[in-house]
């Protein structure tokens, strides 16, 4: 079983940053990826970004130049670094794991409770 923690969401203006964060504890050694979705009410939860267990990255379009993943696979923790956000950043951002890669579809992932991030336009 594996257990994600998030902690940095909140309230921002927009072009402001936040800095999201996620620790994993329990049977999380190996090739796990880790990464970071968002959801808005009423609609599904979308890759935001991604990060393989050999550093490799993925970002959604609509983050990439602004957000940037990080790892620390030794203390198997993943930071999500959000600059110069915008109002349709505004979500619940979610940690993930998985065995190998993230889906865009979220299938077979290990789920953080998730944190709001609000930017105010």
């Known amino acids: 079983q594996v257990h994600l923690l998030e902690s940095g969401g909140g309230l921002v203006e927009a072009g402001g940053s936040l800095r999201l964060s996620c620790a994993g504890t329990?049977?999380?050694?190996?090739?796990?990826?880790m990464g970071w979705y968002r959801q808005t009410p009423g609609k599904q939860r979308d890759l935001v970004a991604a990060?393989?267990?050999?550093?490799?990255?993925y970002y959604a379009d609509s983050v990439k130049g602004r957000f940037t993943i990080a790892r620390d696979s030794a203390k198997n923790t993943v930071s999500l670094q959000m600059n110069s956000l915008k109002p349709e950043d505004t979500a619940d951002y979610y940690c993930?794991?998985?065995?190998?890669?993230?889906?865009?579809?979220?299938?077979?992932?290990?789920w953080g409770q998730g944190t709001q991030v609000t930017v105010s336009s």
């Open positions: 990060i393989t267990s050999t550093d490799k990255t």
């Open positions: 993930a794991a998985r065995w190998g890669i993230l889906l865009l579809s979220g299938q077979g992932n290990y």
């Open positions: 329990g049977e999380i050694s190996g090739p796990y990826a």
